[in-house]
């Protein structure tokens, strides 16, 4: 697997600052999604031909059934843009503290299976979807990537993180079984080393060993995340023929998305009793 390098990024400037209220240039747009408060703790922006989605709660990003379907509809959003030609890649993008700490423990320790089972199954397909979005998706890993904050990493086309991106799947370490579906997102995406070690003992990768390891595609100094990122999806929105990405990438990807596919429907059976 190639491995990806540090880069010293231009420092952030406000034009580049999205997903906050009142911070890009003109020529951008900022929202909250149509119809939600201004509590949701996800934002969308549109800067040019670049969309991008911001996940905030104030707190770690927490992959709830809520903040699911906040994600989704923030997607819908940039897909129907790009259905008319008007965004061209999109960035996914954390909050200053992290970019996601993964599933909301209170559901599966509420003790309503169905709940969990849905929130499991809401959060490989958001994996799928990124796998297979009609445009680039570069992931801005602003801090931490725990859990399926980490597979939801794992599903960007490209990566951009910093010495403080710690990636790491946890479950092992807090006794839960790994599902098949973040088994292959894992396997799709990382080198045979790194895999087991991930999956069997939890290991935790951070700076070049996560570029080393499949979970960042490079790493650029703290701070400088989220400009980097903007400037990688800028150049991909400029030189890359969307059609063409996609369908090359699904053919890449096939056998994975096949077995993430086949983990979720067994998702009832592999946890249904647990």
Known sequence: MDQGRRRRS?????????????????IASNTRLQGESMSSPVTYALN???ATITLDDGKVNV????????????????????????????VLAGNDRV?????????????DAAAALGMLSGGFELSIRLLTFPVPVVIAATGPA????????????????????????NEVAIGMV??????????????RAA?????????????DAAVSAGWLDEIVEDGNVLARAHEVAAEFAATLHVKAHRASKLKARDDGLKAIRAGIVGLPEEFGNS
């Open 10 to 26: 231009p420092p952030r400037s406000p034009a580049l600052t999205v997903g906050r209220p009142g911070t890009l240039s003109s």
């Open 48 to 50: 040019e031909s670049v």
């Open 63 to 90: 992959l709830s059934p809520a903040m699911q379907q906040h994600v989704n509809d923030a997607l819908d959003q940039a897909e129907q843009a790009a259905a008319a030609g008007e965004v061209k890649a999109v």
């Open 99 to 111: 970019l996601s700490a993964g599933f909301d423990l209170s559901v599966f320790n509420s003790g």
């Open 146 to 169: 725990i859990a399926m904050g980490s597979f939801m990493l794992l599903s960007g086309d490209h990566r951009v993180g910093s010495p403080s991106s710690r990636c790491q799947a």
């Open 178 to 191: 790994l599902p098949i579906s973040a088994i292959e997102i894992m396997r799709m995406r990382l080198t």
């Open 195 to 207: 895999f087991q070690r991930a999956v069997a003992l939890a290991a935790v990768f951070s700076g």
